[in-house]
């Protein structure tokens, strides 16, 4: 993910997708909250890659598309 200043697009900060990164489901039953990587899960043939997470102090795996970072230690970004 990218942190952008909006009126330049000036890049401000660029937060990988790694271990120890936080961010926000997307999509299905946990849609909506927030979760830490924990690990990256590779993909196989037909299989997408994975984000293994803690969510609630629970560990869900979740496709890594319907992950987005929203920060490294706490979001910086703030979802309306």
Known sequence: ???LELRSLK?????????????????G????KLG???DLLK???KEMPKV????DK?????QKDRFVVIGKEKPVI???
């Open 11 to 27: 890049i401000i900060d660029r937060i990988p997708l790694e271990k120890g990164i936080v961010g926000i489901v997307s999509h």
């Open 1 to 3: 993910s990218l942190l």
């Open 43 to 45: 993909g196989k043939m």
């Open 52 to 55: 293994l997470c803690e969510i």
């Open 58 to 62: 629970e560990d869900r795996i979740i």
């Open 36 to 38: 830490k990587i924990k």
């Open 78 to 80: 703030k979802v309306i």
């Open 29 to 32: 039953s946990a849609a909506g």
